[in-house]
Nanobody, 124 residues
Framework: QVQLAESGGGLVQAGGSLRLSCAAS????????MGWFRQAPGKERVFVAA????????YNTGSVKGRFTISRDNAKNSVFLQMNSLKPEDTAVYYC?????????????????WGQGTQVTVSS
């Protein structure tokens, strides 16, 4: 069993930055890709970014490309999401997830473990 715990969320003004962290514990599997998803109030959960096990391949949704950067530290069983130039529409609960595959993928069905989420609120 793998447990994922997100941290780093909070309240920030538009244009500001936040860095989200996700720490894995329990029985970890270091060879799988990791991803970030988010769910805004009244909306469905959507893909944000993913990173392969090696870290040499990433995939980001167009709405955050150039602003958000996903990274990982396999030695520390952690994945990060650096969020810059935040916009009010980025407001959501952000979830990290572990993929069943090594490649970076945008489909939620590819992920088998999920964190509890961390709230990000961007004010205008």
């Amino acid at each position: 069993q793998v447990q994922l715990a997100e941290s780093g969320g909070g309240l920030v003004q538009a244009g500001g930055s936040l860095r989200l962290s996700c720490a894995a514990s329990g029985r970890t599997f270091r060879s799988d890709a990791m991803g970030w998803f988010r769910q805004a109030p009244g909306k469905e959960r959507v893909f944000v970014a993913a990173i392969s096990w090696t870290g040499d391949s990433t995939y980001n949704t167009g709405s955050v490309k150039g602003r958000f950067t996903i990274s990982r530290d396999n030695a520390k069983n952690s994945v990060f999401l650096q969020m810059n130039s935040l916009k009010p529409e980025d407001t959501a609960v952000y979830y990290c997830a572990r993929s069943r595959r090594a490649v970076a993928a945008p489909r939620a069905s590819d992920y088998d473990y999920w964190g509890q989420g961390t709230q990000v609120t961007v004010s205008s």
